[in-house]
């Protein structure tokens, strides 16, 4: 029986536990059943109980949200070394490919389309770990009172890419569309500035932004940086700080950018400016939120990419806000795969090709030129000699063997470093220098959000309690799609929450956050999240028990690689460490978005092309 509590957070309304996947306790000690059973069986001190996965929402992505059960199962079985041993028996498929891809987000769409480009006679094959391809470019979906919401998992936003010609044009290779319209908000909200994606607006662009200062007087001040900052809680001295650094630019001539990656982003504010440590732990969580881990782990030259103030705004750096499609990167995912197998997705169109339905039946033909095969984990991949490359991958609780002419492996270093049996010393070096951070994801999808009306705010900033951002987009406009933009209607709210502890080792506050995100139960971060919003917008009407139509969770236990102080140039005269990495292992070649520090899908893409041409270059 629930309590009265639980009851007024809504706890017990049903819309938000209904149709659970992968409802079934998983304990992470099981072992894989294949050709053969792993010898080791794994003790990893927890278990993702019927509680932990949650709802999925509707539509083709609902089964796939963040990472599955079975995934987390598999790779930790890898860490163990479930897979290690060189007679590992395996189901021979007696499947020979030009190219072999491990990994369909990004990076691997990215090399198959350039390997098909390059060698259009050539055979290749996908192998993902996940029910849908897209990697971190996947969305959650809902139907709130008659209306479709979609809102992303991950990959978030884009800047249209307008210099055509080159094989990173991306927008003219796959003909995605370059000219967009958003819906206009109406109602009450009439006027309100409200984001277009849900990243921009935590720095420099002009939306409406509420800062929540909890226990003030007046907790919610808006527009803090132009006309709010008197109005904080926040101390003559921090207020000046702020002013300061607001007016601070770094002469580019002066201070380099490998200077930049020699230091943290935490030295270049409290050493180099002389800022209080205020300063830096302000933008801890937003520097988390995007590459990982807070300023006191990430190198300054990331400041000065995404154009914090403090630094010269970089000359890519463009006044027009960035911008998503409904559900993030996943439409662009979508155009890739339907330029590779164009059955893929049901239609022509551009409202098609975001929204047909994915022919599942479609992705792994055997007359495909380009196959893409799902929920198949990669699990030991391995140079044979004049055989090419051989690929063992785990599917639906057996091992399978596949050989390829040569391997581009789109996945992150904390499955290479264990999977590639060849890997030399040097990429294992080099790899102790990555440092893998988790994020959380969570849509929610309200009924209405006339609280942020009552508020004047569409994005709100804390500094307390559970994540420390929400916000809520504007709607691209898409024949028959579009979303409504009024307060009486429903919407998606979307949290980013990262996972840093400032103080500890860069390792450690990885594996502290992804431990935390692992052990905590679906029930226990509604509460959490249902309370956050409780305690900031219950007094503007916020309603949690009825306002409320459904949460979904995104566990992505590896989103980011934090770059540390030398990860971009390297450091005493040593070699970056992504430089290394890009090396390729006779017929193995590493192409992710990890190698770039940032991690967008642009850089993913450039990483899994090069991948193809080092591999080209040499066996083809």
Known sequence: MSSKYDRELGLDRPITRRDFIQGSALAMGGAIVGGSLPEQQPDYGFELGVDWYGPGGIGDYAQSHGNTPELVQVAHEIRAGSFDRPTLDAIESGEVYDLAVVGAGFSGLSAAHHFRRLYPRGKTILLDNHPIFGGEAKRNEFEVDGVHLTGPQGSNDFAVQRETGGPDDYFTALNIPRDFEFREPEGAAEGMRIPFDNYDYAVWHSFDVGHFFRGADNPWVKDVWKTGLRSTPWSEEVQSAFRRLWETQTPREEKTDAWLDSMTLESYYTDVLELPQDVSAYFDPIMASIVGLGCDSVSAYWGRVFALPGFTKPASYSADPL?????????????????????????????????GNVAFDELDRESNSVRIRLRSTAV??????????????????????????????????????????DLPQSHHDAYEEFTHAPVLVVNVALRNWRFLARLGVSAAIWFEGFGFT????????????????????????????????????MKQQGIVGRAEMLSTSFTDYERQVREQMTLMFGEAGFDPATDIAGIILNRWGHAYVAPGPGFRFGMNGNPAPPDIIREPIGRIAIGHSELRGH??????????????EALLDAYF
Request: hydrophobic share 40%.
């Open 323 to 355: 911008i998503s499609f409904p559900g993030g990167n996943t439409a662009i995912a979508r155009y890739f795969v339907k330029k590779l197998i164009p059955n893929a997705i049901t239609g022509d169109t551009f409202p098609q090709t975001l929204f």
């Open 380 to 421: 030991r991949v391995e140079n044979a000699g004049t055989d090419g490359v051989a690929v063992t991958y785990s599917r639906d609780g057996k091992l399978y063997r596949l050989r390829a002419k040569s391997v581009v492996m789109a996945s992150g270093g904390w499955v290479n470093r264990h999977v590639i049996r």
């Open 470 to 505: 929400c916000n809520i987009r504007r709607p691209m406009i898409i024949a028959g799609k579009t979303e409504p933009l009024h307060p009486d209607k429903p919407i998606v709210l979307t949290f980013y929450v990262p996972f840093f502890a400032p103080g500890i080792p």
């Open 599 to 612: 991690q967008s899908w642009v850089g993913a893409a450039g990483e899994g092309r090069r991948a193809v």
